[in-house]
Nanobody, 124 residues
Framework: QAELKESGGGLVQAGNSLKLSCAFA????????MAWFRQIPGKEREFVAA????????RYADSVKGRFTISRDNVENTVSLQMDSLKSEDTATYYC?????????????????WGQGTQVTVSS
C-alpha cells in the first residue's frame, strides 16, 4: 500500500501560477515513477507529467509542456507540480499516482496507487 496526499489546489486566475504537492510514504510502492494526472467530471483521466525515482527523468503531456514542471524530493518524500501560465482548460481535479517500477508511463492503468485528488480551478 501507499499513502499519497495531494495539497495546493485552489482557485486562480488565468495566467497565474499554482504549485501542487504530493506527500507520500516511502516504501516499495513509491520506489518507482510517480505522476500527476487530471480529470474533469464525465471525462477520462488525463496524463499530465511523470518523474522517475532516481535520475528524476521527466515526461510531460504536450498540453502542459513548457508551462508545468514536475519535481521530486526523495528526502522530504514529496512530488510537486509547478503550474505556470495557467489556462481555463487546466481546470480539473489533479491526482498524484505511483507505481513500484517501470517506465514513465502516460497510462493511468499502469499506476497502482492514487491520492484523493485536489481541485484546481482556473478562472478566465
Amino acid at each position: 500500500q501507499a499513502e499519497l496526499k495531494e495539497s495546493g489546489g485552489g482557485l486562480v486566475q488565468a495566467g497565474n501560477s499554482l504549485k501542487l504537492s504530493c506527500a507520500f510514504a516511502r516504501g516499495p510502492a513509491t520506489s518507482g515513477p510517480m505522476a500527476w494526472f487530471r480529470q474533469i467530471p464525465g471525462k477520462e483521466r488525463e496524463f499530465v507529467a511523470a518523474i522517475s525515482s532516481i535520475r528524476h527523468t521527466t515526461r510531460y503531456a504536450d498540453s502542459v509542456k513548457g508551462r508545468f514542471t514536475i519535481s521530486r524530493d526523495n528526502v522530504e518524500n514529496t512530488v510537486s507540480l509547478q503550474m505556470d501560465s495557467l489556462k481555463s482548460e487546466d481546470t480539473a481535479t489533479y491526482y498524484c499516482a505511483a507505481k513500484p517500477g517501470g517506465s514513465l508511463s502516460p497510462y493511468d492503468h499502469e499506476y497502482a496507487y492514487w491520492g484523493q485528488g485536489t481541485q484546481v480551478t482556473v478562472s478566465s
